[in-house]
Antibody, heavy 114, light 110 residues
Framework: QVQLVESGGGVVQPGRSLRLSCAASGFTFSNHDMHWVRQAPGKGLEWVAVIAYDGSYKFHADSVKGRFTISRDNSRNTLYLEVNSLRAEDTAVYYC???????WGQGTLVTVSS | QAGLTQPPSVSKGLRQTATLTCTGNSNNVGDQGAAWLQQHQGHPPKLLSYRNNSRPSGISERLSASRSGNTASLTITGLQPEDEADYYCSAWDRSLNVWVFGGGTKLTVL
């Protein structure tokens, strides 16, 4: 069955960086676009970024443009999110999701705090 | 980036029918429809309906999705206690090249 497992979250100071990973299995990863979506504590879902199945296009939300970068390694069946210049408002659970949002990981928590 | 509009809360009685709505514009919901997701507290979202209104495998037939113009709807019949959750709609916005979500509707089953 489809499995998505995020990792890389943690507590980080404002202005620092992290790289989040999402390991995929149970489907042909290289055939599917992938998303990152985040959810701040007690808040709704916020789309962060999408990458084409072959990496040919990437789109990011305005709120993270220039600070976050989505990428993928199809040889490793892994999706990434490079998060830089972190702010308090970036504190959230970060989920990876398959193209039609029909599969989601359990999420990884990023806490930005001094 | 403007999101989709959902009512913050809906309350219905056990075994009643709830209809949740999601309003966007011609570039998102009106273009290719909206997906519907359910989220229980402390869990990741779960897809209930694709943008074309079809249900993924394993989703109850008590749920049905539809669209009229720029408004998508999710109807849940025979409400059960386990239907109490947050419900989100989402759609691709072709003019902005972003996925947009609704703010979510908290469904309470009385």
């Amino acid at each position: 069955q489809v499995q998505l497992v995020e990792s890389g979250g943690g507590v980080v100071q404002p202005g620092r960086s992290l790289r989040l990973s999402c390991a995929a299995s149970g489907f042909t990863f290289s055939n599917h676009d992938m998303h990152w979506v985040r959810q701040a504590p007690g808040k709704g879902l916020e789309w962060v970024a999408v990458i084409a199945y072959d990496g040919s296009y990437k789109f990011h939300a305005d709120s993270v443009k220039g600070r976050f970068t989505i990428s993928r390694d199809n040889s490793r069946n892994t999706l990434y999110l490079e998060v830089n210049s972190l702010r308090a408002e970036d504190t959230a659970v970060y989920y990876c999701a398959k193209d039609q949002q029909d599969s989601w990981g359990q999420g990884t928590l990023v806490t930005v705090s001094s | 980036q403007a999101g989709l509009t959902q009512p913050p809360s809906v309350s219905k009685g056990l075994r009643q029918t709830a209809t949740l709505t999601c309003t966007g514009n011609s570039n998102n919901v009106g273009d290719q429809g909206a997906a519907w997701l359910q989220q229980h507290q402390g869990h990741p979202p779960k897809l209930l309906s694709y943008r074309n209104n079809s249900r993924p495998s394993g989703i109850s037939e008590r749920l049905s999705a539809s669209r009229s113009g720029n408004t998508a709807s999710l109807t849940i019949t025979g409400l059960q206690p386990e239907d109490e959750a947050d419900y989100y709609c989402s759609a691709w916005d072709r003019s902005l090249n972003v996925w947009v979500f609704g703010g979510g509707t908290k469904l309470t089953v009385l």
